[in-house]
Structures are given as structure tokens and as C-alpha cells.
């Protein structure tokens, strides 16, 4: 690459990694480095360094909220994805004049504000509300039984929440994605599931990892929809950084907690991006391994 090639590289790529920086790796390491001060009377942090932070979260049980932090956010995540892809797939297939009405159909929850939207979850959930006396009625449910207030509404009431964030991403790179590949392989006799499974996913990879981070990293710091319709015994991480800096005012706590959901988030993204890395080596060796033999192959 020649030198201007070089600054024109860096022109593109500066405002970005300034934008970065700025707004995402300093406040970062604000924030943890927050964790390593103790908690002043006025509610802000003391000078000095300690790890007295650092010795009470481990003393503290939050094991059990960061696993089920984890656990929902990764059924979240896996459900949206399960029905954003033939969502996508669907929306893809269709004429552009009804690709623009669904694609604005999925994207109308967001002209609501996302609290009145959890608040009506509240109310459907809600033990007299009116889904509870369908399923009663249906005999599918008792009337002791409480459709609030349990992981199960937080997990469904996510999956309405990020639902669209999934969708979108997979749908854009599945409008990109050449059909008439999946109708060769039926006329070569592919059953449909076989050819959606090894030629549309595998073409719409991109999108379907960049849905996983746009549902994942949300949902695991999530604390509205668990604080309106989850119980005591369904507190996630959020809840506990948000109780912590405000009604208990110890910011140096809430930080400690907010670094272990950052490293809770970043580790599964690492491992998401070792995997595409390595697929990606495959396919290239693959591909030179194919390329070399029709090589020899003509020279004989």
C-alpha cells in the first residue's frame, strides 16, 4: 500500500477510533478504576487505593444473579435468533414494496417508549389480567399460579424487547443474499431444510453474529424489565449496580459489579470471534487446498 493509500486508510478509520475512545475506553477504564477506591459519606469515592471494593464483592453471594444474568441473556439471545430467521428469510423473499411494510410493522414497537411498553407486559401478566383467566379458563394454568414476578417474564418480555434487534441485522444480509443458490440446490435434490441449514446460514453468518451481540450485550445489563416484572428472587446484575449506585450510594461497588458484567460480556464476544476467526481460516485453507488441486490437475 502506497503512503497516501495509508492517510486516506487513516482518515476513514480516525473519527471512528476517536469516537471510541472517547466515549467507550475512557469511560471504561473510569469506571474501573472507581472500583479500586472506597466509598466517601458524600456518596462519590475516597482517594487512596484499596481492595477492600474488590474483597467485598467476592465476600458478597452474587453468584447466583450473575448466572442468571448469564443464563437469561443467552436464551434470550438464542430464541431471537431461532425466530429472526426464518423471520428474515421470509421478509427477504418478499416484493420490495411488502418488504418495506413489514420491515416498518417491526420496527413500530420503537415509537412507543420502552417503559410504557414493559409496563403493558406488567398489566397482560399481571394474575387478574387477561391473558391469566385465557390460560385458566384453557385449563392451562392455576389460579395460584403467577405470571409475573418469575425469570419466565423476564425472559419473555426480553424476547419481545430485543426481538427486533435481531431481526433487522439477519434481514439486511439475508436482502444481500442470492436465492437462486438455494433453488439449485433443491434441483439437485436438497430438502429445503437441508439447503436453509448449509447455504442461507452460512450466507448470512455476518448478520446472525452481529444480532447475537445486539441481543446479548443489551440483555445482559438489562435492569428495567427485571426490576417491573421480575420478583426479589429474579434480580439480575443491573438491578444490583443500579441499587448500588443510587438508594445504597457506594459508586465504587457499582463499579466492581459493572466490570464484571463488562467482563461477563466481552469473554462470550471473544470466544463468538475466535470461532468466526477460525472458521474463516478453514474456509481459506479449504479454498487454496481446492484451487492447488485443479491447478495440478490441469498441468497434468
Not at 481492595?51 to 439471545?77: D, L, Q
Not at 417508549?113 to 406488567?122: D, K
Not at 391473558?131 to 418480555?157: F, K, P, T
Not at 476467526?277 to 481459506?284: H, I, S, V
Amino acid at each position: 500500500m502506497t503512503r497516501s493509500g495509508r492517510w486516506a486508510e487513516w482518515g476513514v478509520s480516525l473519527p471512528s477510533f476517536v469516537w471510541l475512545t472517547v466515549f467507550f475506553v475512557v469511560p471504561t477504564l473510569i469506571v474501573l478504576s472507581i472500583a479500586f477506591h472506597a466509598p466517601s459519606s458524600d456518596g462519590g469515592f475516597a482517594s487512596g487505593f484499596t481492595m477492600e471494593t474488590w474483597k467485598a464483592v467476592v465476600r458478597t453471594p452474587y453468584k447466583e444473579i450473575v448466572w442468571r444474568t448469564i443464563w437469561i441473556s443467552a436464551v434470550t439471545t438464542a430464541v431471537c435468533i431461532l425466530l429472526s430467521l426464518p423471520c428474515a428469510y421470509s421478509i427477504a423473499r418478499m416484493n420490495t414494496r411488502w418488504r418495506a411494510i413489514v420491515a416498518g410493522l417491526i420496527m413500530l414497537p420503537f415509537w412507543t417508549s420502552f417503559i410504557v411498553r414493559v409496563f403493558a407486559w406488567r398489566t397482560l401478566l399481571n394474575p387478574e389480567g387477561f391473558l391469566q383467566h385465557v390460560l385458566i379458563a384453557l385449563g392451562l394454568a392455576d389460579a395460584s399460579v403467577s405470571l409475573n414476578y418469575n425469570s419466565g417474564a423476564i425472559l419473555v418480555v426480553s424476547v419481545y424487547s430485543f426481538l427486533p434487534f435481531a431481526i433487522m441485522p439477519i434481514y439486511t444480509a439475508a436482502e444481500k443474499f442470492d436465492f437462486s443458490l438455494m433453488e439449485a440446490a433443491r434441483d439437485l435434490g436438497a430438502r429445503s431444510f437441508f439447503a436453509f441449514r448449509k447455504i442461507f446460514l452460512p450466507g448470512v453468518k455476518r448478520g446472525v453474529v452481529s444480532a447475537i451481540l445486539m441481543v446479548f450485550i443489551p440483555a445482559i445489563g438489562s435492569y428495567v424489565i427485571p426490576d417491573l416484572v421480575g420478583g426479589r428472587d429474579s434480580e439480575l446484575i443491573g438491578n444490583k449496580i443500579y441499587q448500588r449506585t443510587f438508594p445504597d450510594r457506594n459508586l465504587p461497588h457499582a463499579s466492581a459489579l459493572a466490570a464484571v458484567m463488562g467482563f461477563s460480556v466481552l469473554l462470550p464476544l471473544a470466544w463468538v470471534a475466535w470461532m468466526i476467526k477460525r472458521q474463516d481460516a478453514r474456509e481459506a485453507k479449504r479454498l487454496a487446498e481446492a484451487t492447488a488441486r485443479k491447478l495440478s490437475g490441469g498441468a497434468a
